[in-house]
């Protein structure tokens, strides 16, 4: 009955998506529609003293303009982030230091005192026409007294740092500790080697392919206000926060998302622009569109990581890991939208080794820029690129071999369940035959001679390697809601969000194969609260990890309440039914009864009880609140121009495991995926702001680099399949893995390249011209 499961099955949704038949937000048509435009601030820190709205209320066809003032005057609600850094699950706690109280800001979709990052809305405007929207828009006159600005953790946590916050003096928000201080202190004091690495991993944007749009509809007559837009955290979690925004009962909101162009993270959290739409429509009682701009995406999205880290490795005279010790300081932006990062970066400083103890400090500060949220693979990038990085500086310093440093202190497949000494427990792993497994995809013992066939070329080949672990976890709650059709379909209905990730595929797999079904006949449901009830969205790896449990409960529910209905029906016992190949069987004998022919007996046949009547089917809620722990190794190859200081990335090796291969086609191409976003951060792309004017100096796609087709390689990729021991099935997530180490693997590799120069490190992006300076040791 497993069939389905481990194929290599194409994606259903591509014909679609491919062919230009996808819906996203703004496809959807309505009679009447407004279209919103929102009047931005200039500033990155500012007092808004006054505005003045007339002259844009008198442009022809201009219906309505709306200030922080009127929202306020509304009853409009902060948007009600849940920054987490509590623990719960298999997240630890945060845990602030003594005396140190934690600071919460309240988020307002507009300006209601003073702009605390440029493009946060002052006003919006409503036209007839997106012309006339942004004539309207042109004529608002707000009155800013600008402020100084501090837009760099490391600025923004000094004691003279401009205040965002009047209320709070300090910018400062968290400042924890995690692990044990004085037991590490005294391993550094007793060690025969310390290395060190003060690095930024810098600040990204998630450059969707489609940029936030969104649609809010109201409907008097039943008082439901409708939103159509995308967001990974799924439709329940929206419909919920945008009624405490609107201070209305989620009953009378529905959500609903069709196709979403991309998200990794950054649309996990309610944008101010999806509240003030479904306001506007409520006040103008017709339909508001609005879809952003891509410069307007660039400088106002959520954006991620822009993480300072200082980490510190203590070994022993024979290389043996003793300590880690790291302060990792995440600059949270203007709100305080999300802690996660952090959490999950600080708890992962010591990955896949072992390291008798470790310590270290947690802070997140505030800074007049877009509030930071998770980016694929939340926090676990920045955690696995400063403790991958400053064990081959260690190796070289100390006169190790990189790799077999590596070897001598992974966790061995013995010691599992494993305690990484900073509260989490890996459950399962093979983290040595995972690396050993991609040095020899990478061909390592061949790299010497493709270096000196490199060096009669003139360029400088490096080969670097990055092995991590993730933590996993997520919103707990999923619901799976099965049911079987007369017209020999099934629906599932899943309340995950699908943004690329092939949800159409892979769960029918799964729900056809618990079933019996043929794959092509389940079809799933989502993305709207008309039907989804319950659900955590996708982010944290938790779609198909979550998922995969809900739908086999369902399924076991309907072959068991299938089975009484045609136990009734064939006058047997149910215990002498055989269920194979969607039939129910009579033991030893030829008397059948198809699984359809039993969903329409159950809505005909009035002799049955009454608990068997009606549709067949059956709904599995369920809180799940055991983590997961990916892990793997990648291997990367770059040569270096030394007259340009131009990196090619010629090879690439990857190895991820992901305990139960559910469909491996769609893992390869996540993992691709995720290699070439680990890629971008790692030589391309940087937010860029002044830091004098918190302008975002990086705005369109010609500032904002990202990877192309050919900076990058063709990758060669494995799957490795250790079954989870946290997950009944074995699965851990899939998604993220390919993102997590690239950094370190491609940095890693760069300086490989450039040792001779006595180039020690790189930081990221690493640009040509910053690794020509590297080259002649300029800063």
Request: hydrophobic share 45%; with cysteine.
């Amino acid at each position: 009955m497993d069939v389905h499961i481990g194929q290599p099955v194409q994606r259903r949704e591509d014909d679609r998506l491919l062919t230009g038949r996808g819906r996203f937000a703004d496809d959807i048509k309505f009679d009447r529609l407004a279209h919103a435009v929102f009047v931005r601030s200039p500033h990155a820190h500012a007092r808004l003293r006054g505005i003045d709205t007339a002259a844009a209320k008198a442009v022809p066809g201009v219906l309505l303009v709306l200030t922080g003032a009127d929202a306020l005057a509304a009853g409009l609600k902060p948007i009600p982030h849940t920054p987490g850094g509590e623990g719960g699950g298999p997240d630890i706690a945060l845990v602030d230091r003594p005396g140190f109280t934690r600071v919460k800001t309240p988020h307002f979709a507009m300006v209601t005192d003073k702009a605390r990052a440029v493009g946060e809305i002052v006003a919006v405007v409503i036209g007839e026409t997106v012309a006339a929207a942004k004539d309207g828009a042109d004529l608002v006159v707000a009155d800013f007294d600008p402020l100084p600005a501090v837009i760099h953790a490391l600025d923004a946590v000094r004691d003279d740092a401009p205040s965002l916050w009047d209320e709070h003096p300090s910018n400062l928000c968290i400042d924890a500790e995690v692990g044990d201080r004085a037991a590490t202190d005294a391993a550094f004091a007793g060690a025969a080697h310390v290395s060190r690495l003060a690095t930024w991993l810098q600040r990204l944007t998630g450059v969707h392919m489609e940029p936030r749009a969104a649609i809010g509809d109201y409907d008097a007559a039943s008082d439901t206000t409708t939103l159509y837009a995308a967001g990974g955290h799924g439709v329940v979690r929206i419909r919920e926060e945008l009624a405490l925004v609107l201070a209305v009962d989620p009953a009378t909101v529905r959500v609903v998302a069709h196709d979403v162009g991309g998200s990794f993270g950054t649309r996990n959290a309610l944008n101010p622009e999806f509240a003030l739409v479904a306001w506007a429509a409520r006040v103008l009682g017709r339909p508001v569109r609005h879809t952003a701009e891509r410069q307007e995406a660039f400088v106002t999205d959520y954006q991620a990581r822009d993480l300072w880290v200082e980490v510190e490795l203590a070994l022993d005279k024979e290389g043996n890991f003793l300590a880690v010790r790291s302060s990792n300081l995440s600059n949270v932006g203007a709100h305080t939208v999300s802690f996660v990062p952090l959490n999950k970066g600080a708890q992962l400083m010591t990955s896949v080794y072992r390291v008798p103890t470790a310590f270290v400090r947690a802070r997140a500060v505030m800074s007049n820029t877009p509030p930071t949220i998770p980016f694929r693979s939340a926090g676990r990038p920045e955690a696995i690129f400063a403790i991958e990085r400053v064990i081959d500086i260690a190796a070289r310093e100390h006169g190790f071999d990189p790799v077999a440093l590596r070897r001598r202190n992974l966790v061995p497949p013995n010691a599992f369940p494993h305690s990484n000494n900073l509260g989490i427990t890996y459950d399962s792993g093979d983290y040595p035959k995972v690396m050993e497994t991609a040095l020899a995809l990478a061909d390592w013992n061949g790299f010497a001679e493709r270096r000196a066939a490199a060096r009669q070329r003139g360029k400088y080949r490096g080969i670097g390697i990055g092995c991590y672990v993730e933590t996993t976890s997520g919103m707990p709650r999923e619901r799976a809601e099965l049911t079987v059709l007369p017209d020999g379909h099934v629906d599932l209905i899943l309340g995950t969000m699908a943004s690329g990730q092939g949800h159409e595929t892979a769960f029918p797999q799964l729900a056809a194969a618990w079933l019996g079904v043929p794959f092509e006949a389940v079809r799933l449901r989502a993305h709207d609260t008309a039907f989804v009830k319950a659900g955590g969205g996708s982010h944290s790896g938790r779609s198909m990890r979550i998922a995969s449990i809900v739908i086999r409960q369902a399924t076991f529910d309907v072959i068991a309440k299938a089975k009484e209905i045609a136990a009734h029906l064939l006058e047997v016992a149910a215990v002498d039914l055989d269920y194979a190949d969607t039939r129910f069987t009579v033991k030893g004998t030829d008397r059948r009864i198809g699984l359809f022919d039993v969903a329409v007996a159950a809505i005909e046949r009035n002799d049955l009880p009454h608990h068997l009547r009606g549709t067949l089917g059956a709904v599995s809620d369920q809180l799940v609140r055991v983590g997961a722990y990916p892990f793997g190794t990648h291997v990367c190859e770059v040569e270096v121009d030394p007259e340009t200081g131009v990196v090619a990335l010629v090879r690439y090796a990857a190895v991820d495991d992901v305990g139960k291969a559910i469909n491996p086609l769609i893992l390869h191409g996540q993992t691709h995926g995720g290699i070439a976003m680990g890629v971008g951060q790692a030589l391309l792309e940087q937010a860029y702001y002044d830091a004098d004017t918190g302008q975002m100096l990086a705005g369109s796609l010609m500032d904002y680099a990202l990877p192309r087709a050919d900076d990058l390689p063709e990758f060669r990729t494995e799957l490795s399949e250790v079954p989870a021991t946290s997950h009944p099935f074995g699965i851990r997530p899939g998604g993220e893995g390919g993102t997590t180490p690239a950094p370190a693997a491609v940095v890693n590799a760069i300086c490989n390249a450039l040792a001779e120069f006595g180039v020690n490190h790189v930081e990221m992006p690493a640009t040509p011209e910053r690794v020509w300076r590297a080259i002649r040791g300029l800063s």
